[in-house]
């Protein structure tokens, strides 16, 4: 005990001889626990920004080590199967493990995030980072899933073959959370080890030759060496070109060495410090995935997955919903009933309250989506998802890999746009960047819901589904479905290019945490939150202004209402938005959604509060809409007007953040103009075609 303690004192002296604190970068492939760990380390201690230059995402939080110590910075990585990077996110990472990475401390320790349920995929990581010389540490997760498996591990053996520290964790209990901190600590004061593998005589002897026997530039002669680099120094690079030729004389596949030499090291390792003590059965991942990933039922399944989601999110967010209209509505009154009558009465309720309110009022649907993709994402459900959808995928010239992008895009098209970045194929990121913005995101989701409540509500289909959810997964299919068409069209002409290979490691099932459910529900909510209060609040203040100016003489207020700028606006595109079923005032809210999409429900909400409402008084935008009438006095919303506004919401690209953000990914303004160009296009003729085709068929 001693001993122990002796040696965390020194760890602590050690890290105290910094003149900074303490950087740790948290590594690993894929859904090996990386981020439950992150989470578990840093608790709210967070933030998330972008590393400096790029737009690739990076998470950092704060990791009290030990109470004496400043506390040490931590750094999650984009997960990477190898050091071998071929996408942008990939090559970050590694930069970033390397000191390569301008603007970010070079990191002090490496924790890598290796699954206890698949260590021979997972130490193919580590074993390109002993060859580095870094300082590591094992943080070996799923250990809870590899002793329900029947997996017994001897940590110990494993960590005297890797020359690391290799610590069992549980990040979701804190198992082996405080043992990590030591070992990170430990490892500060220590040289790092070096790979314990060596090449056949002639490659070792070459590397020899090459590094002029210095251990230090080992590695960096032999990643030259294996690969096709070219010093630009003249003397190296001869030297490199006469060792490759005297290899390919002695072995024409002298090159696959360094994959054999691990993986035959991996599997040694692996074989004596791991024991399968089960009898030999499926596993109960492999079970479910026997139903859950067959070619037909799989595809089910995902179908009436989305359905019940959806189903939820339209029935559990109702009473909330109905809760904030009615707080929003009372505050309205009770700011106008304390308040004289005026401009800045009118500014208060109509613009800012009646415009905020409108959108805060759906809050609740989104804390319900993003509760239900947090659940299957942390179930492993997300990863059988895209392996389904790779066939679809394939058909078009694309793969599963374009599926996660396409998936967050539900959520919000900019992370969804930044998260192509882990395809390799130039071509096939453009692709996917084009097709992102159809997904329906959260926040068309307060439009639909709009619509359905105006024109929909309390119709059923077949007596038991609700019409609100059917004509919802409608229209996100719509979405899918447009997407695929265009990018098989874009695949077959401007961004012609074979599609790459899938390869998709699938995580065993296992019970979501609650702790990151939560935090990433309240974390998107709180962003919706801050939207609403920051950017629809500036333009429901200026949508106001143009509604409400310039104050002229008007026999009623919705006579007001069309002399000022935005109904003057509305009135200018009226007859180009009338084949579609719009009038000005419906002009007027798709004018403000092409700022963000969500702005047209407070944009109604001004529009109609001021226009039909002659004593002013707050009201349901809902009811508001049901009671409207066109200058002949036939109702101006129907149910295929709402049909087709929504039609032109899927279709339409009505977001500045996301043209920004493909402007940043794509480094030119070609794409986001032909984005919004083409979109545009296809919404109208959408729109077009639903309505007009609508009333051929006789509906009204």
């Not at 953000?661 to 303004?669: A, P």
Request: aromatic letters at 8%; hydrophobic letters at 50%; glycine letters at 6%.
């Amino acid at each position: 005990m001693s001993a122990i303690l002796q040696s965390d004192q020194n760890a602590v002296s050690a890290v105290r001889g910094l003149a900074r604190p303490l950087s740790v970068a948290i590594a690993g492939n894929p859904n090996a626990g990386k981020t439950s760990l992150f989470n578990s380390l840093t608790g709210l201690r967070q933030k998330v920004a972008n590393y400096p230059g790029v737009t690739v995402e990076s998470k950092t939080g704060l990791w009290v080590l030990d109470p004496h110590l400043p506390a040490a910075r931590i750094i999650d990585l984009p997960g990477l199967y190898s050091l071998d990077a071929t996408s942008l996110d990939e090559q970050i990472a590694r930069d970033v493990m390397l000191g390569r990475a301008p603007a970010v401390a070079d990191p002090d320790v490496i924790v890598v995030v290796v699954d206890a349920t698949n260590l021979v995929r997972n130490l193919y990581l580590v074993t390109q980072l002993l060859e580095t010389g870094r300082r590591l540490v094992v943080a070996l997760t799923m250990i809870d899933l590899a002793e329900r498996a029947k997996l017994e591990i001897d940590t110990a053996r494993l960590s005297e073959a890797l020359g690391v520290a290799v610590v069992p964790v549980v990040a979701k209990q804190r198992r082996g959370i405080d043992q990590l901190g030591q070992a990170l600590l430990q490892a500060v004061e220590k040289s790092a080890p070096g790979p314990s593998w060596h090449f056949s005589p002639e490659v070792e002897a070459q590397l020899a030759l090459l590094s002029e026997d210095e251990p230090a530039r080992r590695y960096s002669v032999m990643r030259e060496l294996f690969s096709d680099a070219q010093p630009k120094n003249i003397d190296q690079r001869t030297a490199l070109e006469q060792s490759r030729q005297q290899l390919e004389q002695a072995d024409p596949n002298w090159r696959q060495q360094p994959l054999i030499a691990r993986y035959e090291w991996i599997e040694r390792v692996v074989n004596q410090s791991l024991h399968f003590g089960g009898d030999g059965r499926l596993s109960s991942t492999e079970r479910i995935d026997a139903v859950m990933t067959h070619k037909i039922a799989g595809p089910l399944i995902l179908l009436l997955v989305m359905l019940l989601v959806f189903q939820s999110i339209f029935s559990w967010a109702n009473l909330p919903m109905n809760l904030i209209d009615h707080v929003f509505s009372a505050l309205g009154d009770g700011v106008r009933g304390q308040l004289p009558a005026g401009i800045l009465t009118d500014l208060l309720v109509d613009g800012v309250i009646a415009g905020v309110g409108g959108v805060l009022v759906f809050l609740p649907q989104i804390l319900l989506l993003f509760f239900f993709i947090s659940i299957l994402e942390d179930s492993g459900y997300m990863a059988r998802a895209a392996f389904l959808m790779d066939r679809l995928m394939r058909i078009v010239g694309l793969n599963g890999k374009a599926f996660m992008p396409l998936l967050s895009s539900f959520a919000c098209a900019v992370p969804g746009i930044m998260a192509t970045r882990t395809i390799e194929s130039p071509k096939d990121r453009i692709a996917t960047i084009m097709i992102a913005p159809f997904m329906s995101c959260s926040a068309r989701l307060p439009v639909y819901t709009l619509m359905i409540a105006a024109c929909f509500s309390d119709r059923k289909i077949l007596g038991v589904i609700s019409a609100g959810v059917v004509i919802i997964l409608a229209m996100y299919l719509l979405g899918v479905l447009v997407a695929i068409l265009v990018a098989w069209i874009l695949k077959a002409t401007l961004l012609n290019a074979p599609a790459p290979p899938f390869v998709m490691e699938l995580p065993p099932y296992r019970v979501p945490q609650f702790a990151n459910v939560a935090h990433a529900m309240f974390e998107r909510a709180g962003l919706f939150v801050k939207r609403a209060g920051t950017v629809i609040l500036a333009i429901s203040i200026l949508l106001w202004a143009l509604v409400a100016f310039p104050r002229r003489p008007a026999s009623t207020p919705s006579e007001q209402v069309q002399r000022s700028f935005a109904g003057q606006a509305g009135r200018a595109i009226e007859p180009v938005i009338t084949p579609l079923g719009f009038d000005w005032k419906i002009g007027v809210g798709l004018i403000s959604s092409f700022a963000a999409r969500e702005t047209i429900v407070s944009t109604l909400s001004i529009v109609y509060n001021i226009g039909d409402d002659a004593k002013g008084q707050s009201g349901s935008l809902v009811d508001a809409l049901r009671k409207a009438k066109r200058a002949d006095g036939s109702p101006a919303w129907t149910p295929l007007v709402a049909l087709s506004l929504m039609v032109f919401f899927v279709l339409a690209c009505q977001c500045m953040s996301t043209l920004a953000v493909v402007r940043r990914e794509t480094n030119s303004w070609r794409w986001p103009l032909f984005m919004i160009g083409y979109m545009l296009v296809l919404a109208y003729v959408g729109s077009l075609i639903t309505y007009q085709g609508g009333r051929l068929l006789g509906f009204s």
